[in-house]
Nanobody, 121 residues
Framework: QVQLVESGGGLVQAGGSLRLSCTAS????????MAWYRHTPGKQRELVAS???????NYSDSVKGRFTISRDNAKNTVYLQMNSLKPEDTAIYTC???????????????WGQGVQVTVSS
C-alpha cells in the first residue's frame, strides 16, 4: 500500500500564498502522474492540477496563472504553489498518485487524506 503524506494547508487572507506538499512512499520517477484535487461540501471534486513523470502539466481554468504544480522525483514529492488566493479557493485539497503499468489492468491509484485550505476575505 502506498502512503501519500500531505502538508502545507492552513488559513490565509485573500491575495496570499500557500504551498502544499505531498510525499509518496513509492518512487514517482517513472510512469506516474501526480495531481491535486479539491472539493467543498455539496460540490463535485475538481481536478486542480496534475504533472506527469515527463513534466507535462495540466491546470483547471480556475487556477491557471495563479497555481503552479511541480515535482521533485528525488524526494518523491509533488508541490502545489498557490498564489493570489481567493475565498473561492477554500476547499479540502487532496493529493492523488497514479502509476501506469505496461498493462492497464495493473495501474494503481492512491489518495492522500486531504488538507484544509481556507482563504478569508
Amino acid at each position: 500500500q502506498v502512503q501519500l503524506v500531505e502538508s502545507g494547508g492552513g488559513l490565509v487572507q485573500a491575495g496570499g500564498s500557500l504551498r502544499l506538499s505531498c510525499t509518496a512512499s513509492r518512487s514517482i520517477d517513472s510512469r506516474n502522474t501526480m495531481a491535486w484535487y479539491r472539493h467543498t461540501p455539496g460540490k463535485q471534486r475538481e481536478l486542480v492540477a496534475s504533472v506527469s513523470s515527463d513534466d507535462a502539466t495540466n491546470y483547471s481554468d480556475s487556477v491557471k496563472g495563479r497555481f503552479t504544480i511541480s515535482r521533485d522525483n528525488a524526494k518523491n514529492t509533488v508541490y502545489l504553489q498557490m498564489n493570489s488566493l481567493k475565498p473561492e479557493d477554500t476547499a479540502i485539497y487532496t493529493c492523488n498518485a497514479k502509476w501506469f503499468a505496461l498493462s492497464s489492468k495493473y495501474d494503481s491509484n492512491y489518495w492522500g487524506q486531504g488538507v484544509q485550505v481556507t482563504v478569508s476575505s
